[in-house]
């Protein structure tokens, strides 16, 4: 039978030297994200400039899916407005669902490794973990 | 009766003769023989009627088996007699039907309730919720890093302690505890002593009499039955004066408005239509462990539990939770790998056809204690084969070089 691992050079590499697993400088904004199935959690912290991300880090203890999916996913989003984040999360959402286009996933770039999470459904809440706390971020944000 | 083979065992359960998985996650469930599944289909299909409430043919024979049922668990856990048996859904209710029925009614403020950091979370929140409820204090029983409950420990047992909560063998540590050391020592205090024994009734020869305890829980599924059957086993004199459980249909001698007397011991406990295709179920997988022995079954599962320790302990960056010595282990090995989340394990070995636990295993106050956030665990049944244990020593032994990690 075929192993389905995504557990690839790109993950790896993300897991074990994130690029922003750090603290940033005077964030507008710092959110613990649990995931309760496990128990890990992440501090994600976000600076804004007017409609723009203009710096994202987090910290905090997980396994390899949750650690690069985060990382990917601040790389992703550093530089871009809040609603190209959202357009970014809508896609990451949907390509976990199995429910994204090919060109929508390329869209994702590195983040698109983790599209073979919709064949592992225990693992999906720890590949989100650091979506859904941007997510939430963003809607306090808005509010 | 001469011995049966272990692959002709293995054969008898569908599931694992026809799936290529490496299922080593037996202390969550176990898979199911055929016996078992058909015994459970014959009273569907020969037996089934309401037990108790009928005065025809077929519901005797439904009433008959389920009773049967109840003899062959009285038996194989040594009761005295079986209507120290009440059928429940499983170890948690078990368990959950002591802490309501006896715990809120006899205990006090002032009084100490003793429990293990190493239970479940299933023989931990009743207790808290009694100690809550009424005013009594939990007292935690502190086993040592290799999962040991020390002579010393056992202090904590005293003129206070009025309930003592103990696993008779520990999920994550997999190491029995001597449970009539405890009962011993409570009972010259006076305290009653709840044990769960989840995780030993499926793995060695349970005889409640000489452990001397006062409660048993555990559940059917881990031991080759369906889910949705467990049991409780209570002494006689505390079962009687204990309020019932839960209230309703066929747990009652007499019923009028401004007047309720409740049946005898154990029916008191059993409200509402009971499980009786489970219950027989039940009796055919312990049925079913007989024909095998206890011989085969726990000679079996120490081969496979010694080497997986002894396999682990030779690899690199893992270690185990709990003792280095395999005998300390009844059929249950948790590790870590440094630097792989147990998470990351768990899936890697899933993409290798390889079936094991990863988390806190409901063992949370235990994770607190030592001072881990999750763990891996491989758990095993007579039917594991030495081959699956080497196949999943090497994925392990792997695992770092998967994640980008020097060996």
Same mark, same amino acid.
């Given at each position: 039978m075929a192993e389905r691992t995504f557990y690839n050079e790109i993950l790896t590499d993300h897991n074990l030297h994130p690029q922003h697993k750090k603290k940033i400088e005077n964030p507008d904004y710092v959110l613990e994200g649990v995931n309760p199935s496990c128990g890990d959690d992440i501090f994600l912290s976000l600076r804004l400039s007017g409609d723009t991300i203009v710096d994202v880090g987090f910290e905090g203890d997980g396994c390899a899916i949750s650690q690069a999916s985060a990382d990917m996913m601040a790389e992703l989003v550093m530089g871009k407005t809040i609603a190209e984040a959202e357009h970014y999360m809508d896609l990451f959402y949907r390509m976990i669902k199995n429910e994204a286009s090919e060109e929508e996933i390329e869209e994702l770039e590195e983040a698109s490794v983790l599209q073979d999470i919709s064949h592992m459904p225990a693992r999906v809440k720890c590949a989100v973990l650091g979506w859904h706390t941007l997510e939430e971020m963003l809607n306090k944000h808005k509010a | 009766m001469c011995a049966r083979s272990l692959e002709s065992i293995r054969g008898d359960f569908?599931?694992?003769?026809? #799936?290529?998985?490496?299922? *080593?996650?037996?202390?969550?469930?176990?898979?199911k023989p055929a016996a078992v599944l058909k015994a459970m289909e014959e009273y569907y299909e020969k037996s089934n009627a309401n037990p108790f409430r009928g005065v025809y043919e077929l519901s005797e024979e439904a009433t008959t088996a389920?009773?049967?049922a109840r003899s062959v668990v009285a038996d194989f856990i040594h009761a005295k007699r079986s209507e120290e048996i009440v059928f429940t859904r499983n170890a948690s209710e078990s368990l959950n039907l002591v802490a309501y029925s006896y715990g809120r009614k006899m205990l006090k403020p002032g009084d100490e309730i003793v429990v293990s950091v190493m239970? #479940?979370?299933?023989?931990? *929140?009743?207790?808290?919720m009694v100690a809550e409820e009424t005013g009594a204090t939990l007292v935690a029983l502190n086993p040592n890093p290799d999962g040991e409950i020390t002579k010393e420990s056992l202090s904590v047992i005293g003129p206070k302690t009025k309930l003592v909560a103990i696993t008779q063998v520990s999920n994550v540590f997999g190491r029995p505890n001597d449970i009539a050391a405890i009962t011993s020592l409570a009972h010259q205090y006076g305290a009653v002593v709840v044990v769960d024994g989840a995780?030993?009734?499926?793995?060695?020869?349970?005889?409640?009499q000489a452990l001397d305890a006062d409660f048993l829980a555990f559940s059917g599924h881990k031991m080759f039955a369906p889910m949705g059957i467990g049991v409780l086993y209570g002494r006689m004199e505390l079962l009687e004066a204990m309020p019932p459980f839960m209230r309703g249909g066929?747990?009652?001698?007499?019923?009028?408005w401004d007047r309720v007397t409740y049946a005898p011991v154990p029916h008191k406990f059993e409200a509402g239509t009971v499980n009786a295709g489970?219950?027989?179920?039940?009796?055919?997988?312990?049925?079913?462990?007989k024909s095998i022995g206890w011989d085969t079954i726990m000679k079996q599962e120490e081969a496979l539990t010694r080497r997986a320790v002894e396999g682990l302990l030779a690899i690199p960056h893992v270690r185990l939770v709990?003792?280095?010595?395999?005998s300390m282990h009844q059929g249950i090995v948790t590790f870590l790998v440094e630097g792989v989340h147990p998470h990351d394990i768990a899936s890697i070995l899933d993409s290798k056809q390889i079936a094991v636990r990863a988390g806190h295993h409901c063992a949370w106050p235990l994770m607190d204690y030592l001072g881990i956030h999750s763990t891996c665990r491989a758990s095993f049944a007579v039917y594991n084969t030495m081959e699956e244990v080497d196949r999943f020593l090497e994925a392990v032994a792997g695992l770092r070089t998967a994640m980008g990690l020097p060996d």
């Open positions: - | 569908p599931l694992i003769a026809s #799936h290529p998985l490496a299922y *080593l996650d037996n202390a969550a469930t176990t898979q389920y009773e049967h239970e #479940h979370h299933s023989n931990f *929140l009743p207790w808290k995780q030993s009734v499926p793995h060695m020869p349970v005889d409640v066929e747990m009652i001698e007499i019923v009028h489970g219950a027989v179920a039940l009796a055919a997988a312990m049925e079913y462990m709990g003792s280095e010595d395999p």
